[in-house]
């Protein structure tokens, strides 16, 4: 595990108060979270007797999740490197502040995983319909399925009137009661992008002297939306270039249609089937990333090789190649 070169992108102080807690949030550095490996999962591991999977077989019906500390929220300032509460205790017993604790893993379930083409997946959730609202990406370890580092932004838009803003954000984030904290911290589009290609070149997955494309990574999504329409007409919005990372992804529902030889229309039919219970709030960005990252976790130690799905034409990045013969359309 590669702990130690991970670190999040500290962002400009906000000066603005968290709804629930006393203290200005300030950008101080805080430590990465611990390792993966862990008794405790999620989800129940496989018995010794299934090391040999049948994708055509039901999944097994014991996904209880397991842990010895009940589920609490992540702190979303935290997650953006901006949360001074770390020595409060009321705020720790309010909010989780390790990634890690809803995705942890067993040794058995690492040694069910087949050989993979890729090294990392970094599972991709945006929000956001009119423009993008959160960029949430986590990064797992193809062998070992272990959260390696998260990148998590709010994104605020380019083109609406503070008043549309005010509107959109009580409409999409006021049920969840994290409104304060989008407007504390988020950051236009391009500012987002810039913080992320850092991010990608610290953990070595990125860079121009590699041809623009992802090095030995592939985003994996919940469907094509995020990355086939929503990236490039924000890119269009932003009046920026589509970047070169973005050519190519994962469409997991397409994987799971093919290994599972059942169709799923989205994260919530893929958690059910495979007796994962929810963690968080659907439609909560950074919560839906760590739930497709179960989904990916449970295929991989059902023995699924996890490949790219989806391609663009390099010369005309408008038209996308779709890999797999069998898919959700």
């Keep these: 595990m590669a702990f130690a070169r991970a670190r999040l992108t500290t962002l400009p102080m906000i000066p603005s108060l968290f709804s629930i807690t006393l203290k200005p949030f300030l950008p101080i550095p805080h430590p990465l979270p611990p390792p993966m490996r862990s008794l405790l999962i999620p989800f129940a591991s496989l018995s010794a007797s299934q090391t040999h999977h049948d994708p055509s077989a039901p999944s097994v019906p ?12 992540m702190c979303l300032y935290y997650t953006q490197g901006k949360c001074t509460m770390m020595e409060d205790p009321t705020h720790l017993e309010k909010f ?44 797992i370890d193809a062998n070992t ?28 984030y006021g049920k969840f009661g994290v409104d304060r904290v989008w407007h504390d911290t988020a950051i236009p589009f391009k500012d987002v992008l810039q913080q992320f290609e850092a991010w990608l070149i610290q953990h070595q997955l990125w860079g121009e002297e590699l041809g623009g494309c992802l090095n030995r ?11 086939k329409t929503k990236v490039p007409e924000q890119c269009k919005v932003s009046r920026m270039k589509l970047p070169s990372y973005f050519m190519e992804w994962i469409n997991l529902k397409d994987v799971y249609l093919n290994f599972y030889k059942r169709r799923a229309t989205g994260m919530m039919t893929m958690m059910k089937e495979l007796h994962l219970p929810l963690l968080g709030s659907h439609h ?15 295929m991989l130690a059902d023995g699924a090789l996890i490949q790219i799905t989806a391609r663009r034409n390099p010369d005309s990045p408008e038209k996308v190649e779709f890999l797999f013969k069998n898919r959700i359309r």
């Design 62 to 73: 014991s996904y209880p999740r397991k842990s010895s500390q009940p589920w609490k929220p």
């Design 96 to 139: 989780n502040h390790d990634c890690s604790r809803d995705l942890q893993v067993t040794n058995y379930m690492s040694n069910c995983i087949c050989s993979q083409n890729l090294d990392y997946f970094l599972v991709l959730d945006l929000e956001g319909k009119i423009e993008i609202l959160e960029f949430p990406v986590l990064m």
């Design 145 to 172: 399925m272990d959260v390696v580092d998260f990148f998590h932004r709010f994104v605020r838009p380019s083109e609406m009137s503070e008043k549309r803003i005010n509107e959109y954000i009580e409409g999409k």
């Design 217 to 227: 990574a592939a985003f994996v999504t919940c469907g094509n939306w995020d990355l």
């Design 284 to 298: 909560l960005g950074f919560d839906d990333s760590k739930n497709i990252a179960r989904v990916v976790q449970h």
